[in-house]
């Protein structure tokens, strides 16, 4: 080889090296960790979710855990005509239910047990019944609470294989206490098959907190004072757990009538015995379902459940605003003083 063409080759490869580097340099640049967030309304709330890892598929991840969500929400949604739930209510049975929804009703029905029927997916026609009653002014009749009780009872579900039905006529469910729980766990799930091992997803208040902030530390929640919105009655630590509140104060049939929208399955009258219930779980649905029984046992009930129930904590607020704690919930309490973030 002659010395141009020598000099030649190595511009050459100067130039290949050159661009290697270049598109190593932007390759690094562009998977370097950072923090994504997005929110957006679903199954009836505002959805969060806020993951920490490479910028460069942070977009898709998301994209995918949001899909996950409006897929677990087509399929139960009680106010969309199409979905498996509706479909089911209308016509008493429902061949080829999906897993999601069969595993769901599975669950649903273990939470009635150990909460002795406080927890039950099958109270949809009372809550139909004072929803249509304070639409139109009036209150329910005592008999018209205990004619529609008849319908409710988590016992006359049945299930064989993915075939889903009742065994009385005029019942419904609704999952409305447990499903924002699981779409919550089906997007951590998807969001930690992506390579996210950091984050949470918040379904307006039913959240589950994986992994640690960029600082190594746990997430940081605040549970909202139910007397004002603006300031946290307590601060938790939170890391790979999952944390629900249900309450009196953030829903209710109508502002008017400030009524629960957690009603008693037993009773068919609203609960009254606590302000709310937050319950710390290993997951979501746990969670979500448990603030909901607890809810509804009350105060020395709900805690008897929560004391027996492995890896799990509650805090509960009555309404003399008396604050009462299961045995290990000041294991999660941050000695950060804050009052007013929700988590940071």
């Known amino acids: ?23 190593i340099s932007t390759e690094h640049e562009d998977s370097s960790a950072g923090i994504q967030d997005e929110s957006r309304q679903a199954m009836g709330t505002i959805v969060s979710i806020q993951i920490i890892g490479p910028k460069n598929r942070s977009e898709g991840a998301l994209h995918l855990a949001f899909d996950e969500i409006k897929r677990i929400e087509d399929q139960m949604d009680i106010h969309k005509n199409n979905s498996e739930i509706s479909r089911l209510n209308k016509e008493g049975r429902l061949d080829t239910a999906s897993s999601d929804l069969i595993y769901v009703i599975n669950r649903s029905i273990h939470y009635s047990r150990i909460s002795a029927g406080a927890f039950d997916i099958t109270i949809h026609p009372i809550l139909e019944l004072w929803r249509n009653k304070i639409n139109s002014g009036s209150y329910p009749a005592d008999q018209e609470i205990n004619d529609t009780l008849t319908m409710v009872n988590y016992s006359n579900i049945t299930l064989e294989n993915d075939t889903v039905g009742f065994e009385l006529e005029g019942m419904s469910i609704d999952l409305g206490g447990i499903a924002k729980g699981y779409a919550v766990d089906r997007a951590v799930e ?14 307006g208040g039913d959240g589950m907190f994986f992994g640690t902030k960029p600082d190594g530390l746990p997430w940081i929640v605040g549970l909202r004072n139910p007397d004002n919105k603006t300031e946290s009655i307590i601060v938790l630590k939170i890391s790979d ?5 249900s309450g009196n104060y953030e829903r209710f049939f109508n502002e008017s009538a400030r009524l629960s929208h957690i009603s008693d399955p037993r009773t068919g009258y609203s609960s009254q015995s606590l302000i709310s219930a937050t319950v710390i779980a290993a997951s979501a649905m746990e969670a979500d379902a448990l603030a909901t029984a607890v809810f509804v046992l009350g105060p020395e009930k709900g805690m008897e459940l929560i004391e027996k129930t492995e890896d799990t904590e509650a805090l509960l607020i009555t309404p003399e605003r008396q604050i009462l704690k299961s045995s290990g919930f000041d294991t999660y309490k941050s ?10």
């Open 1 to 23: 080889m002659n010395m141009s063409a020598r000099k030649i080759a190595i511009v050459f490869l100067l130039l290949i090296v050159a661009v290697f580097f270049s598109i």
């Open 335 to 344: 000695s950060i003083n804050s009052t007013t973030a929700k988590y940071e």
């Open 190 to 203: 998807v969001l930690r098959k992506q390579g996210f091992d950091s984050g949470f997803v918040d379904a």
């Open 241 to 245: 757990m999952a944390v629900a509140t």
